[in-house]
């Protein structure tokens, strides 16, 4: 997710909150030992909060779940 902002209508998600959640997404894994099957389900909902949004950015997502 390297640079720029991820935009939808009404929704930003900067650099910097990207690499937050991608940091969230892996602690949160790693404590609560999340099977593979279940990490783009918890990504999404940690998306969710941060945005305030149903939509989820697929190619976030993709960031964020990557190993």
């Known amino acids: 997710m390297g640079g720029g902002i991820v935009d939808q209508p009404g929704n930003q998600v900067s650099s ?39 939509f989820i950015d697929p190619e976030l997502l993709e960031w964020i779940v990557r190993k």
């Open 16 to 54: 910097f909150d990207c690499d937050i959640l991608r940091s969230t997404f892996v602690k949160t894994v790693i404590e609560a030992n999340i099977p593979e099957d279940r990490w783009r389900t918890e990504a999404a909902l940690l998306i969710r909060d941060l945005t305030g949004s149903s």
